[in-house]
């Protein structure tokens, strides 16, 4: 189990996100439940996969707008209610009331999938919210994913239908006797006050439309229509297991503005994924109109011009009084907000807005860590990573929060340790795992995304260094969480894929895919400039390799251990071949990721390690430290120098301006991680691929890690690094065990190492190199007394507790 406090921190999200499973009963979820819409799209209009881009070759499909529809039942409960919990899904999102109240915070629920494989959807407890006597279900359902239609910006273009929502109220009355609340024709439904709905797109929301207490018992429906029942198929019903999105944090305005051009500009000071939320009072028919952004140009005018663009709020008032919205079914990455008010022609009084805000919306994870040092630089740089990896934390692992919104699958395994560090990602990556086995093919090839809802062309469908999450991945998962059953249920997933890199491979070598991505080179960042494709496809193919041996192992797999062990043997042999030079340790081009992938992922021959990471840290000494590796190898570069006693290396490759990196983008104005490393006004600026130097700080800086061969932090490792003018580090990570947390400080040359180790466990403490000829003392926190410890160079084991280490 987890440490007490993130075990209560899960227990009051479970209650929140309230996806509940009824104890001891079966039953059957859905009982006599039907897929209910306001409206059928013809089998022959529908686009599925999607359309990459506008889709204007479609004629006229997803050329409509689809309604948003709400959706309301009544029900009359005669008896006493013991027990009372609802099953519902809503394609592509949806909101629920019983009885006029909101039930739950989620935000864009359910998460979205393949929705030809499968539908998630969520369990709530509703046994507070009804009562004796007349009930009322009322549901919104809003587009996602499941319809992207031809209007605004759009990154894909396709439609699995129109809005459709499922749902069963099962009531246990307390004389026994069940009753089931299903979605049938005895529903109504009606277009709601949303008038466009795109989850690339944006939201408009007309107030004149709302009708008040629709959701509530009593009202008078007779004017609403009965709802279309779907017949056509969709995916499997399943419980959606993941924390749910949420809004996580308000952001007030910092700053109003006038653009050169005379436009009114709001700035919220910190780029985010998420939603606007607004008061207003004003003149019934007045439409505010709201382009979020998460940049300026030189006249200080929004553009979406790195975000996409047009993606707009759209809200009219209906006048009378203070009214307040914010949008429920799409979001954005932005920091700015161009808002213009457009008055009706019979404007009586001037609209005015009293409250503006920035809502960021996320996936609910718990936070699981925590990092700061006394370098207020390092610190700004892990905030800047920080928030690149929260914007893109959603149902999937997006790319960014605005242009594509796709789960790119490099950046899961390579920004994964980082992400792990600070955030409990077991049950999001879990999906993530399920996203690819649905999307695999038949010939075994894992595309780029998942879910793929467009079939991108060339390396954008099929790299090696992105499919390979179909192997890395579910192994993470493992080491990090323990969990051996998502390494079952993905491991024929991933023979499958390995079959395919195998059938792929000429003589054992991968030539093909993205390779480096946004390495810097002399060109615009893209596809690899500085390194060999070969040489990170076949890096990558070995890693994958060595990963099937040991799980083959573990497993009991003879067979599968004998053919991976061979195979990866024959993948090095060749590599060496083609790539190394043994007599001067040369890797390819010689580039930061042609030294740091193969040494890292084992290529290397063992006696020559030290050759090419001498290479490596001379190439990096004569470039003056400068960053070249891309998103692929970056991650290897960080863990080869950390792990090989090098952060001396890292700290001064990070700790500039003048270069592009983090520093550089800081210096740039920059508030959340971007998508190339000099901050491309041009690019997405609201990134995660680019944050692996987040692990260091954890792994190297405060030093907490795992054993290679340990499972869940069944072997801790506590080792910080102090680099470079840092005088301490404050680091902690509430692992499955519990907390382990790395606190050090120098001061007036002393040494000091605070250390928490959680409860049936043991840490090998090393100590950093320039200390480990000094005499130690290591005391217990709890009883004020020594502890005698036996130390050899600095490194000594010691058991669960809180402990204090002096040199002396």
């Not at 606007?276 to 952004?293: E, F, L, Q, Y």
């Not at 553009?303 to 009378?320: A, D, H, I, V, W």
């Not at 404007?347 to 609910?364: Q, V, W």
Request: glycine letters at 8%; a negative charge.
């Amino acid at each position: 189990m987890r440490g007490p406090a993130l075990t209560l921190i899960a227990a009051i999200l479970c209650i929140s996100c309230n996806n509940t499973k009824p104890e001891n009963e079966t039953f059957d979820t859905w009982a006599n439940a039907e897929w209910i819409a306001f409206e059928q799209l013809d089998d022959s209009m529908k686009v599925v996969p999607a359309i990459h881009g506008l889709g204007d070759d479609l004629g006229d499909k997803c050329v409509k707008r689809s309604v948003v529809p709400m959706f309301r039942k009544e029900f009359d409960v005669v008896e006493h209610i013991e027990h009372a919990s609802i099953s519902i899904c809503g394609l592509g999102h949806y909101e629920l009331y019983i009885n006029g109240k909101k039930i739950g915070n989620r935000f864009l629920s359910p998460g979205w999938t393949n929705y030809q494989k499968r539908c998630l959807y969520n369990s709530y407890n509703i046994t507070a919210q009804l009562k004796k006597g007349d009930n009322v279900i009322g549901v919104l359902v809003g587009n996602g994913f499941f319809n992207i239609n031809r209007e605004r910006y759009r990154k894909l273009t396709g439609a699995y239908g129109y809005p459709r929502l499922i749902f069963n109220i099962r009531i246990k009355l307390k004389n026994g006797s069940i009753k089931n609340i299903v979605s049938d024709d005895h529903c109504k439904v009606i277009p709601s006050p949303i008038t466009f709905s795109s989850i690339f797109g944006g939201e408009d929301y007309d107030a004149t439309l709302e009708q008040a207490d629709w959701n509530s018992s009593g009202f008078d429906d007779s004017n609403w229509h009965m709802p279309v029942i779907i017949s056509d198929s969709m995916g499997k019903l399943v419980l959606e297991e993941d924390y749910p999105l949420k809004v996580m944090q308000p952001f007030d305005v910092q700053e109003v503005f006038t653009s050169q051009t005379g436009r009114t500009i709001y700035d919220f000071g910190q780029n985010a994924s998420g939603i606007i939320s607004i008061k207003v009072k004003g003149n019934r028919g007045a439409h505010i109109r709201i382009w979020p952004d998460e940049l300026i140009n030189s006249e200080k005018n929004v553009t979406q011009r790195s975000g996409g663009g047009p993606y707009e709020f759209n809200y009219t008032l209906k006048g009378g009084g203070i009214e307040e919205w914010q949008p429920r079914f799409s979001y954005y990455g932005f920091r700015y907000a161009d808002v213009e008010i457009i008055e009706p022609e019979d404007a009586i009084e001037k609209t005015e807005i009293l409250e503006l805000k920035m809502l960021h919306t996320r996936n609910s994870a718990p936070a699981v860590g925590s990092f700061v040092c006394s370098d207020t630089f390092f610190n700004e740089i892990y905030e800047l990573i920080n928030w690149g990896i929260k914007s893109n934390m959603a149902s999937v692992a997006t790319d960014c929060p605005h242009r594509e919104k796709l789960g790119w699958l490099e950046q899961t395994y390579l920004v994964g340790p980082s992400m792990h560090y600070n955030f409990d990602i077991h049950a999001f990556y879990s999906k993530i795992v399920t996203d690819m086995m649905d999307s695999q093919l038949d010939n075994g090839l894992v595309p780029d995304i998942a879910p793929e809802y467009v079939p991108f062309g060339g390396g954008f469908r099929d790299s090696p260094e992105w499919g390979s999450a179909a192997v890395i991945i579910p192994w993470q998962i493992y080491r990090w969480y323990g969990d051996e059953e998502v390494l079952k249920k993905a491991y024929p997933m991933m023979k499958r894929y390995i079959a395919y890199l195998q059938s792929k491979a000429l003589n054992h070598i991968l030539d093909y895919g993205l390779g480096d991505w946004y390495d810097l080179g002399p060109d615009h960042p893209g596809v690899a400039q500085l390194t060999p494709k070969a040489v990170t496809a076949t890096s990558i193919y070995f890693y994958d390799l060595q990963i099937m041996v040991r799980i083959a192992k573990m497993m009991g797999l003879d067979n599968d251990f004998g053919k991976y062990s061979t195979l990866s043997a024959e993948v090095k042999e060749a590599f060496l071949k083609k790539f190394y030079n043994p007599e001067t340790g040369v890797c390819a081009t010689g580039s930061q990721t042609a030294y740091a992938m193969p040494l890292y992922v084992g290529l290397i021959p063992e006696q020559d390690e030290a050759l090419v990471l001498n290479n490596l840290v001379n190439s990096i000494i004569n470039n003056d430290y400068a960053l070249t590796s891309g998103d692929i190898g970056y991650h290897f570069l960080v863990r080869v120098l950390s792990e090989k006693g090098r952060s001396d290396i890292l700290y001064q490759m990070n700790n500039r301006t003048d270069r592009p990196g983090y520093g550089y983008q800081l210096k740039k104005g920059a508030t959340s991680l971007t998508e190339s490393w000099a901050a491309l006004a041009d690019v997405s600026n609201n990134h995660m691929m680019l944050g692996h130097l987040m692990e260091w700080f954890y792994a190297g800086l405060g030093g907490i890690y795992q054993a290679n061969n340990s499972i869940a932090y069944s072997d801790i490792i506590i080792a910080p690094k102090p680099v470079g003018t840092i005088k301490w580090v404050k680091c902690s990570y509430n692992a499955i065990k519990g907390v382990i947390s790395s606190e050090w400080k120098i001061e007036a040359n002393i040494f000091t190492l605070n250390i928490e180790i959680p409860n049936d466990a043991e840490a090998k403490i090393i100590i950093p190199e320039e200390y480990m000829k000094s005499s130690f003392e290591v005391i217990n926190l709890a009883t004020r007394k020594s502890v005698g410890v036996k130390i050899n160079d600095g490194v000594f084991i010691l058991k669960s507790g809180k402990y204090k280490v002096i040199t002396k």
